[in-house]
């Protein structure tokens, strides 16, 4: 896919998680926007076929959803049935929904368990690539920390961490609950090599996804520079919009801001 393409793709899933969270009062629309761009570059540009995604911030599961819907995982009419009684589609995402690869919404395991399965991959002889997002509040979790050190101290390159810089978390500005300013610095000095992206810049996402693991020897470090909300004005670096809940007026702005028009 080509630049253009693979933002109309963004476009949409963006629609997709605001459909969702809206139907469903519920979901965490603020982080699911700030990371889709870079879930699109990654399943529809940069992985290949024995390389895997870990959504460690569970909490956004509609941006994962999403993009395994339009991937081929499962039909994308499911994806209405999020957080609905009876559907698999919870509000974090389980390994019961095709293409999930780990449990994840409990904050903080997530680079753990891809060190493992990067481990593993060694062990296994398996030239694929273990990719897993985190939220730049999640970084606060101590377990990322010592699964730092441990992949630096191993040389784990077929590891790609991406940070969801949005410096954003629950509660309000990262840089006020708990810094990250010096995120690249931070796993550098853990023996990671580390870069900043325009975690809204396609192309940016495309070349340096594509180049990653970026040097032999060495876990990658990839900090995403992102808006949370983005897309949609009302949201864009708004920690209400954490997991906020949209009035009809709201969701009616906000697909008309994604190129929707809605029949009144
Ligand atoms: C272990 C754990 N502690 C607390 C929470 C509650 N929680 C859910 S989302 C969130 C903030 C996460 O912030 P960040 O990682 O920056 O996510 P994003 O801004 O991308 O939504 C917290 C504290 C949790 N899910 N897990
Ligand atoms: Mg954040």
Not at 115 to 138: Q, R, S, Y
Not at 147 to 174: C, E, S
Not at 189 to 194: L, P, V
Request: aromatic share 6%; charged share 20%.
């Amino acid at each position: 896919m080509d630049v253009t393409a693979l933002n109309e793709c963004a476009r949409l899933r963006r629609l997709d998680i605001i459909k969702m969270d809206y139907m469903s009062s519920g979901g965490h629309v603020g982080g699911a926007l700030s990371c889709i761009d870079i879930m699109v570059a990654l399943y529809f540009d940069a992985m290949r076929e024995k390389d895997r995604f870990v959504l460690s911030k569970g909490h956004c599961a509609e941006a994962l959803y999403s993009v395994l819907a339009a991937k081929g995982f499962f039909p994308q009419e499911k994806l209405m049935t999020y957080c609905q009684e009876g559907s698999r589609l919870y509000g974090h995402p389980t390994r019961k929904v095709p293409g999930v690869e780990i449990n994840s919404g409990s904050l903080g395991h997530g680079l753990p368990v891809s060190l493992g399965m990067a481990i593993a991959h060694k062990m296994d002889n398996n030239p694929g690539c273990i990719f897993v997002m985190l939220g730049d509040g999640e970084l606060g979790e101590g377990s990322n920390w010592e699964a730092a050190m441990a992949a630096g101290h191993k040389k784990m390159d077929n590891l790609v961490a991406i940070v969801d810089r949005n410096r954003l978390q629950i509660t309000g500005n990262t840089e006020e609950v708990l810094s990250q300013d010096d995120v690249c610095e931070r796993f550098a000095s853990f023996g990671w090599a580390a870069c900043e992206v325009d975690g809204h810049d396609m192309a940016a996402l495309c070349e340096v996804l594509k180049n990653a693991p970026l040097k032999p020897g060495k876990p990658t470090l990839i900090c995403a520079n992102t808006t949370k909300g983005k897309g949609v004005s009302f949201m864009e670096n708004d920690p209400s919009w954490h997991h906020g809940v949209m009035s009809r007026s709201q969701y009616i702005q906000a697909l008309h801001e994604l190129g929707e028009e809605v029949e009144l």
